[in-house]
């Protein structure tokens, strides 16, 4: 199965692009993440595959593949603009592709490098376009932490709702929102009302925030009808990549009751452009965080014991915040949290399931967003909400001397991620970074 351990992982592997051998490379030999990518001066889109500080096309390479399987896979890049005729292939596909491009940029490789050459550009000189044509957005709610420490502003003496132990609780966003990392971020107008208010007004959202997520994207469709099993989840999963769900609090205190969030969300979702595929993150895989004693049990179709071994991904997230003061002043961006989706409540094949336990399907493309990260420490929220405790306690922002309640205009996100695990050479998920714009007029 591709998500064991191979020799794709091999620590002592190292690349002919040199930039890809430096310590705390995000992109070494053994990450191979994807991303769609316009070379400069040109007009059509290539799916490419990065290494150290550049991006290999991939369709380029297939004449140079010998494994049938990986021929093709690199074939399906073939005029394609986005990742999904890839994606649809599954993970057997997926692996020999990976075995190829590894063997091709290997050091020990020295028979097609002219060929590779050419195929090869700078990162910081293409443009980086969205990776994914997103079929269907869901997005969970997968950290506890996160769920109580939002729960609690509303409910101090139970924070948790009844079923969150029972159910990964989700809700249904808006894919055609979903843009790649870059594109700015527009203060959405939306009915507000505040608690000393009698009724709502109808205007720039205040309240504007961040959750610092991730984005699992299915690869290998599932038939309508058909539940897949926890134990068969990651046969549906392609990859992984940073997300960033924006979210306007004020609309969403007052339109989520009683069907949850709708218009407090679906104006903007951010991704990555890197896609860092399931099998990149074998070695960082880890068992799911213990329950606290006196939790109930998973359900059964939501309980797998190798799952429970090796469900989780040990990814370290930073939220970092620059406002327009501290970039007009050069300051360097203040960091306002590191947490890790290591100690999400439910795992990503749990998600998988539960989704699909009515029989419906999942399709190639779709995004099944985390929910925000936040670990147990005050260091680790994922969100403003959390972290200013819904406003009351401003984020002091020591460069400019400045305060954040919530996002200001002209504020710029960045999530970046690392996956490191002792004996292993750790990878990186590229940046997800987004500026606030003021509200249309
Ligand atoms: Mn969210």
Redo the contacts with the bound molecule.
């Keep these: 199965m591709s998500l064991q351990l191979n020799a794709t992982h091999a620590p002592e592997l190292r690349s002919w692009v040199e930039s890809a051998n430096q310590p705390g490379a995000d992109f070494p030999i053994q990450n191979l993440p994807l991303a769609v990518f316009r070379p400069q001066g040109g007009n059509t889109a290539c799916c490419g595959v990065g290494i150290g500080d550049q991006v290999l096309e991939i369709a380029a390479c297939a004449p140079l593949m010998s494994d049938p399987l990986a021929r093709s896979a690199a074939q399906a890049c073939e005029a394609a603009d986005t990742l999904n005729a890839l994606m649809a292939l599954g993970p057997e596909a997926m692996s020999a592709l990976r075995a190829e491009l590894s063997s091709l940029l290997s050091a020990n490789q020295k028979t097609h490098r002219e060929a590779l050459q050419r195929a090869l550009h700078p990162i910081d000189r293409v443009e980086l376009l969205q990776p994914v044509r997103v079929a269907g957005y869901t997005?969970?709610?997968a950290s506890v932490h996160h769920a109580t420490n939002a729960g609690r502003l509303f409910r101090p003496d139970a924070p948790l709702l009844p079923n969150y132990k029972y159910v990964p609780v989700a809700y249904s966003g808006r894919a055609n929102s979903v843009r790649v990392s870059g594109a700015p971020v527009q203060r959405p107008w939306g009915q507000l009302k505040r608690p000393d208010q009698a009724a709502p007004v109808f205007a720039p959202a205040q309240r504007l925030d961040f959750?610092v997520?991730l984005a699992m994207y299915i690869g290998a469709p599932s038939r309508l009808g058909s539940p897949v099993a926890v134990a068969n989840a990651w046969g549906h999963v392609f990859g992984f990549s940073l997300l960033n769900?924006w979210?306007a609090r004020d609309i969403q205190s007052w339109e989520y009751q009683p069907l949850g969030?709708f218009l407090a969300?679906s104006f903007a979702t951010s991704v990555a452009p890197w896609v860092i595929t399931a099998e990149a993150l074998a070695p960082f895989r880890q068992a799911v965080a213990a329950r606290p004693e006196g939790d109930p049990a998973p359900l059964p179709h939501l309980l797998d014991t190798n799952d429970q071994a090796h469900g989780t991904v040990n990814v370290e997230i930073e939220a970092l915040l620059r406002t327009e003061r501290m970039r007009a002043t050069g300051a360097s961006a203040q960091r306002l949290s590191r947490s890790n989706a290591s100690t999400l409540y439910w795992s990503f094949a749990q998600m998988v399931a539960h989704h699909t336990s009515n029989g419906s399907a999942l399709d190639t493309g779709d995004l099944l967003?985390s929910?925000?990260i936040s670990g147990s420490s005050a260091d680790a929220l994922g969100s403003l909400l959390e972290i200013t405790r819904g406003g009351s306690e401003p984020l002091a922002i020591a460069a400019t001397q400045e305060q954040r309640s919530f996002l200001q205009d002209g504020d710029e996100v960045s999530f970046r991620g690392r996956c490191s695990r002792e004996g292993f050479i750790s990878i990186g998920w590229g940046h997800c970074t987004n500026t606030v714009l003021a509200a249309s007029a």
Aim: proline share 8%; glycine share 16%.
């Design positions: 997005d969970f709610f959750e997520e769900d979210s969030p969300k967003g929910g925000t």
